[in-house]
């Protein structure tokens, strides 16, 4: 079977990282959302791809699409009665892949500055990624990715736990806070 390989992601983000460096902002704000970028093709790189293309003639025949959860909380309860060390992976892994849009999620919009929003927010990432693996397993006529609600729901609390944890440091040392940090609407804190 031959793939496309993640790395792909990053071709579309060039130009982007481009039109991005040529705006007319400041510097911390350029930066800032260069490293979202990375982070937003890191991720599609590590959930969308690698992509069959040809030679999965045999998966179709043998897999069919299955393996799909969108009941909550039964992969997470069903990786927790045996837990072993690639479970333990496999949870953390999803937990963190979005934890970085909890810090520049609020810099870069400030209407994701309260809670709700970004934790609606982050949840509508977490549910876009698991929609475009379905998506992919439905129009290759297979499942090669796993789509997961449970999955979804981590990553949304990984993108939490990091956002109240800045408005945490943000209340607790604020002068060592980011001059974006520091604008109105503040971030909370626990």
Do not use: C
């Not at 979202?36 to 890191?42: C, E, F, G, K, P």
């Not at 991720?43 to 293309?53: E, N």
């Not at 045996?82 to 979005?98: D, I, K, M």
Request: net charge positive; aromatic share 10%; no cysteine.
């Amino acid at each position: 079977m031959q793939f496309i390989d993640g790395e792909f992601a990053v071709l579309p983000a060039i130009p982007v990282a481009i039109w991005i460096w040529r705006q007319r902002r400041d510097r911390e704000w350029r930066l800032l959302a260069l490293v979202a970028l990375a982070h937003a093709a890191v991720v599609v790189g590590m959930t969308v791809f690698p992509i069959p293309y040809s030679g999965q003639d045999f998966y179709r025949q043998t897999r069919g699409l299955s393996g799909d959860n969108v009941v909550p909380f039964a992969t997470i309860r069903g990786q927790l009665d045996g837990l072993t060390l690639n479970t333990v992976r496999q949870l953390s892994g999803n937990v963190l892949l979005l934890a970085p849009l909890g810090v520049y999620g609020p810099a870069l919009w400030p209407a994701l500055r309260e809670w709700r929003r970004f934790a609606a927010a982050a949840l509508a990432v977490g549910v876009a990624i698991e929609m475009a693996q379905l998506a992919g397993s439905v129009l290759e006529g297979f499942s090669y990715r796993i789509t997961d609600i449970d999955d979804a729901m981590l990553n949304a609390a990984g993108a939490v736990v990091a956002f109240m944890a800045l408005g945490l440091i943000v209340k607790r040392w604020p002068r060592v806070a980011p001059t974006w940090l520091r604008a109105e609407p503040p971030l909370p804190a626990l």
